[in-house]
């Protein structure tokens, strides 16, 4: 059964900091990964999506690097700002199954807090 | 931009009462997917939904949960006799444009529900 666990749990930096979010998974056979990031009380917005076979995805001060063998990803963010302050969820997806997509497995998260 | 809607953004329902939680997928999207999140605890896969079917369900997603697509646009989650440990933020996502690599995942703002 896949296991997905995020580290720190917890973050505050200061504004303008570059920090990295870490995230781990059990089994390496995944069709692809999925960051996304959750305000209190709300739903989920995507961030990145990287394919199995990425190394990388970037957009904006957000990037994002897979390495699928040892089961890691991380999410790093450039130059943070105070607006950057939410959840931090990693999802892994399996791969494709004869029932169709296999869903995504989610980590805990970590919250970030980007003091002013 | 398109965007996957969830009714009532929250909704508070004796126990043993039927609920009804409804979206609105992403139009174009083939897979439709129910996940929920109670309070503290990781976002957990409930049920994924391809051509008119299940295709994939969890454990948590009893007899007490269907799921149904009724009129082509909305996809709605009843759970039939709801039970205190059921209160929980359902979220409903959408994903799949006919890309055969895009799995990016959609998700709406979630419908908070409240079992008393």
């Known amino acids: 059964k896949q296991e997905v666990t995020q580290i720190p749990a917890a973050l505050s930096v200061p504004e303008g900091e570059n920090l990295v979010l870490n995230c781990s998974f059990t089994?390496?056979?995944?069709?692809?990964l999925q960051w996304f990031r959750q305000d209190p009380g709300k739903g989920l917005t995507s961030l990145l999506l990287i394919q199995s076979s990425q190394r990388e995805q970037t957009s904006g001060r957000l990037n994002a690097s897979l390495d699928k063998s040892s089961g890691r990803s991380t999410l790093y963010i450039a130059a943070s700002q105070p607006g950057d302050s939410a959840t931090y969820l990693c999802?892994?997806?399996?791969?494709?199954?004869?029932?169709?997509?296999?869903?995504?497995?989610f980590g805990s998260g970590t919250r970030l807090q980007v003091q002013p | 931009e398109p965007e996957v809607t969830q009714t009532p953004s929250h909704q508070v329902t004796q126990m043993g009462q039927e609920v009804i939680l409804r979206c609105v997928p992403i139009s174009n999207h083939l897979y439709f997917y129910w996940y929920r999140q109670i309070l503290g605890q990781k976002v957990e896969f409930l049920v994924s939904?391809?051509?008119?079917?299940?295709?994939?369900k969890s454990e948590i997603f009893d007899d007490q949960f269907s799921v149904e697509r009724p009129d082509g646009s909305n996809f709605t989650l009843k759970i039939r006799s709801t039970k205190l440990e059921d209160s929980a933020m359902y979220f409903c996502a959408s994903s799949y444009r006919g890309d055969w690599m895009n799995t990016e995942a959609f998700f709406g703002q979630g419908t908070r529900l409240t079992v008393v």
């Open positions: 999802a892994v997806r399996g791969e494709l199954s004869d029932t169709g997509r296999r869903a995504l497995t």
């Open positions: 939904f391809y051509n008119n079917e299940i295709s994939e």
């Open positions: 089994d390496s056979a995944i069709y692809n």
